[in-house]
């Protein structure tokens, strides 16, 4: 049986496809696109931007070890 991945994606009005994380594949694929009834939850595109910066800080050992007792 073929490996399925599963990307979350925005459609916008005029069809064109933002993938919400990055994707690495060997050649070009086939895809298939399931649109859902419902909108997109708008988020600060502050918090997007940040993401990545504040994960670099997040996740570190020492991050762990600091919050481990509120596990």
Same mark, same amino acid.
């Given at each position: 049986? #073929? ?40 988020? #600060?595109?502050?918090?997007?931007? #940040? ?16 919050? #481990?007792?509120?596990?």
């Amino acid at each position: 049986m #073929s490996k399925v991945l599963t990307v979350e994606a925005v459609v916008e009005r005029d069809g064109t496809v933002i993938l919400l994380q990055p994707v690495q594949l060997p050649t070009r694929r086939r895809a298939l696109l399931l649109i859902l009834d419902e909108p997109v939850a708008e988020v #600060s595109e502050t918090a997007l931007l #940040s993401e990545a910066a504040l994960a670099e800080d997040w996740n570190r050992p020492e991050e762990d070890s600091a919050w #481990s007792r509120l596990q």
